[in-house]
């Protein structure tokens, strides 16, 4: 009998992802508005009184950076009261808890990548403190059987992200895009880190925090000209400065991510982001010719 895995988030672009590479090795049950409200511990205790799952994995999140600015109060409702609501009904539970956190819990200003050990403290921007203050709420809550995982520069199944956007704005009525190149992270796909989460799954000794990001390391520029390159479309990107593209929310200067833990504890490391993004083109490739 598999396991069941409750995901709150579940038609978000991560909990989609997660359903289509997971479904056949565990019981998934996505939730999400308005069935289950994070923000209500009634509804979540609800859900896992009806469900009775042996691990929840957290994907619900406010995400859009630049609204967390403008509406504060919402999103600490949902990343910060949100995960500790998720972490006080799994602890009652007794389930197993996956947490999804992001790289906006630094600051960004480190030279190399960030390890699961430096200093965290959410950042300047609203969302990074919304989220280290969900994950601290989960780590003080139920320390003894939760995991923080983070991820950054994530695209998946559907989108949006800047996959999606890319090929979007390559629609032949733009000679030239302009990319940041200042910027550099570990571009993610969705695929690599949901079977990660389901190997995780299998190693409850694991608690504390994880980081997994795709292997090596590009700017959103280089980022781009791969993404046109393996997709054979042909578009002209020229590189420019985070100042020329201002944003509500900053944007941290780097966002790469060391995966320290992973070796740590023995367990495979995640895929080159180059391989990644191969794989996940060719199956939305897969995916969109069996809708015709």
């Known amino acids: 009998m598999s396991e069941k895995i409750l995901l709150t988030g579940g038609r978000g672009m991560l909990g989609r992802t997660i359903c289509r590479v997971l479904g056949s090795d565990f019981e998934l049950i996505p939730t999400d508005l308005p069935e289950v409200d994070i923000t209500s511990e009634k509804s979540l205790a609800a859900a896992l009184e009806r469900y009775r799952p042996d691990a929840v994995i957290h994907c619900a999140a406010m995400t859009a950076v630049d609204l967390c ?19 006080e009904v799994c602890k009652r539970y007794s389930c197993r808890l996956l947490a999804i956190s992001t790289d906006y819990v630094f600051r960004g200003d480190k030279s190399g990548a960030y390890s699961e050990y430096d200093f965290a403290d959410g950042g300047n921007t609203v969302y990074g403190q919304s989220k280290f203050a969900g994950e601290n709420a989960v780590l003080q809550i139920y320390p003894e059987n939760s995991l923080i995982c983070r991820i950054s520069w994530l695209y ?48 409850p000794e694991l608690t504390g925090i994880i980081h997994l990001t795709c292997e090596n390391d590009a ?5 781009a ?12 990107v020229i590189p420019c400065r985070t ?25 495979s490391p995640m895929p080159d982001w180059r391989d990644a993004l191969h794989e996940f083109l060719t199956l939305e490739s897969g995916i969109r010719e069996r809708k015709k």
């Not at 593209?245 to 070796?263: G, Y």
């Open 225 to 236: 000209v791969e993404i046109f390159r393996q997709a054979g479309v042909k578009q002209e």
């Open 243 to 267: 100042d020329e593209f201002p944003r509500p929310a900053p944007r941290p200067a780097n966002s790469r991510l060391e995966k320290r833990r992973l070796a740590e504890n023995g367990l």
């Open 69 to 87: 600015e403008s509406e504060k109060e919402k999103a600490f409702l949902l990343n910060e009261k949100g995960s500790a609501n998720v972490a």
């Open 156 to 203: 998946g199944f559907g989108g949006p992200s800047f996959v999606h956007t890319m090929l979007q704005l390559a629609d032949g009525s733009r000679p030239v895009l302009k990319v940041v190149s200042d910027q550099c992270g570990n571009p993610t796909s969705a695929v690599a880190v949901a079977r990660k989460l389901g190997e995780l799954l299998k190693h």
């Open 219 to 223: 700017s959103w520029y280089d980022f």
